[in-house]
């Protein structure tokens, strides 16, 4: 009696947990399926190269917005990365069991998880408000701001899985220290910061809240980084809560960018981690 | 005398093409003459011990550089919302100003300049509880059924697509929800829900648009699900393997070993995750603001309009009219920060308790 009691509770929580599963997954599977049915089918050759169009006139697209998004990234990753990587090669190289190391490492993950939007007010409150207007370039440092946690601690994950023996053979040779962490380490696991540094590209493209007060917004083509410019997700913002189906099409078109990049990004961490950093570079 | 040569290879010194042919005492001379060479080529180098010096303070630099986004944050806040915090105080996060002719709670009237947190609080603790109800049950499934139950073979693609979910960017899940999620709720699931459950109070029949807590905390637990699932995979994939050895040795059952072996070892990293899953969902910002209806009221009833911390500073910071205003919304984000901070410090202490040794994978 006790026996089947266990058996009949044992097949009711893999029931529950293959349940769980289905009824995750299914959901998650559709709304991705959903989002690139909408955009595959709004997807034209004019959103990539046409400016919006005013209200009533069918048509126009995204590419001020596109090409927006690119220079507002290109500044945060001026920013985010070199800092990014730098921190991490403190971590992994030089400070590995230190208090200072294990504090860093702490505030980066707890500087993850602060709200985009407050990354957004503080870069407004540091440079919107002094400069007088808003600018591509106080939108820049705010996406900067965000990716240096992330790009810290990939770097520092990808150094720590080049094995000791590459650091001691540089060294044997007499190599300074800094070359060898240079010319040695890092390149040894390139391949994967350079996939971590995409991830965190991807991920702070998406990003809307932080640009709202910062970078703003624009109808028509800027290149200057003192001006608002236009950036892809608060386009999509404004469009998606637009009351125009032609709107919205342009607003799916520019989600399935956005996630044609995310799933470009992690597909290439996923696959240079689980190739090993080392097979490739070696 | 049998002195080795030193097996340097200095292009310049002929000696090394025939170092076996010398012996006796001109092998000494030779050695010690190409010991001198050698140290001068060395000493010719330099050593690298300023550059080597430089290049390390440049990377605590940078490290230490996280602090100082951490405190050039915290300051800013905190200088921008001084006007608020002189003119209200402690009263911005508890007291509302009731309109003594209506005899209503007037929570956020920015033309006369009365400013609560309170109803935002409310919102995004209400939206945020509802998103952990929903999905930390489901998180915690699929975290047991990938670690412990699922074939191999499909482990590494349901991994994949947790991952790819997580990464996709908060403005569109708000759209998805806005333009899917909220007709099926306005259309399906709200009337049937004031129809059963009415009487609660909790769903009350007063907002016909779709908008509101419900379908937030329906969209927050769609997107913390992810995380919240991973991590609990990480922290479970930290259980030894002689913990679920011993335990089924003993005669348990699969359940009785997930849950005497791995769960209750894991339960403090699980903690932990779920608080992550909360610092996410306090935090979000664009999906949220695109669904919950933004209206700053307290309201019982789930399907009711309201409005988040977050959500309020998205909508109104732009064109926030006044400094008093405008410091307001600053206090709110500085209010977020701490909260967040705190909740997130918490939770990763959790996490590294029991994952401690390795480091972290999900964001």
Known sequence: MRARIRALTDGAATGL???????????????????????????????????????????????NAILGSAILLGVGSLIGVPVGIAGGIFLAEFGRGTKLANAVRFTADVLNGVPSIVMGIAVYSLIVVPQGHFSAFSGGVALGIMMVPTVCRTTEEMLLMVPNSVREAALALGVPNWRSVLAITLKTASPGIITGCMLAFARVAGETAPLIFTAFGNVGWNTRLNEPMAALPLQIYVYALSPYDDW??????????????IVLAVSLVRYVTSRGVLKGAS | MNVRVPEIRLSKLQFQTEPAQQNGENHVKAVSAEAAQIRAYLLSRGNS?????????????????????????????????????????????????????????????????????????????????????????????????????????????????????????????????????????????????????????FFGDDNPTGLGFLAAGIVLAIMILPIISSLTREVMTAVPQSQREAVLALGATRWEMIRVGVLRNARIGIVGAIILGLGRALGETMAVTM????????????????STMSAVIANEFAEASGDLHLSALMELGLALFIVTIIVNAFARLLVWAVTRGEPSRAG
């Open chain 2, 49 to 201: 011990a300023i550059a080597d010096r430089g290049f390390r303070w440049l990377m605590v630099l940078c490290a230490l550089s996280i602090f100082g986004i951490v405190v050039l944050i915290a300051t800013q806040l905190v200088v921008r919302s001084k006007l608020a915090w002189a003119q209200f105080g402690l009263d911005f996060f508890y007291k509302v100003f009731i309109d003594p002719n209506t005899h209503k709670p007037m929570y956020w009237d920015p033309v006369n300049g009365h400013f609560s947190a309170l109803p935002f609080i409310y919102g995004t603790l209400v939206s945020s509880f509802l998103a952990l109800l929903l999905a930390v049950p489901l998180a915690i499934g699929v975290a047991v059924f990938l670690t412990e139950m699922c074939p191999q073979s499909l482990r590494a693609p349901l991994a994949f697509i947790t991952e790819l979910l997580a990464a996709i960017p908060s403005v569109i899940y708000g759209f998805w929800a806005y333009i899917v999620l909220v007709p099926l709720l306005r259309d399906h699931l709200n009337p049937w829900l004031i129809k059963g459950f009415g009487w609660s109070g």
């Open chain 1, 17 to 63: 947990a293959v349940l769980a599963t289905v009824l995750v997954v299914a959901p998650l599977v559709a709304i991705f399926a959903y989002l690139i049915y909408k955009g595959a089918s709004s997807l034209s050759w004019a959103f990539f190269v046409e400016t919006p169009k005013p209200v009533g006139e069918v048509g126009g697209g995204m590419a």
């Open chain 2, 291 to 306: 669904v919950i209806g933004n209206s700053p009221e307290i309201q019982r009833s789930l399907l009711a309009n309201g």
């Open chain 1, 248 to 261: 919205h099409r342009l607003a799916w078109a520019g989600s399935l960018v956005l996630i044609v990049l």
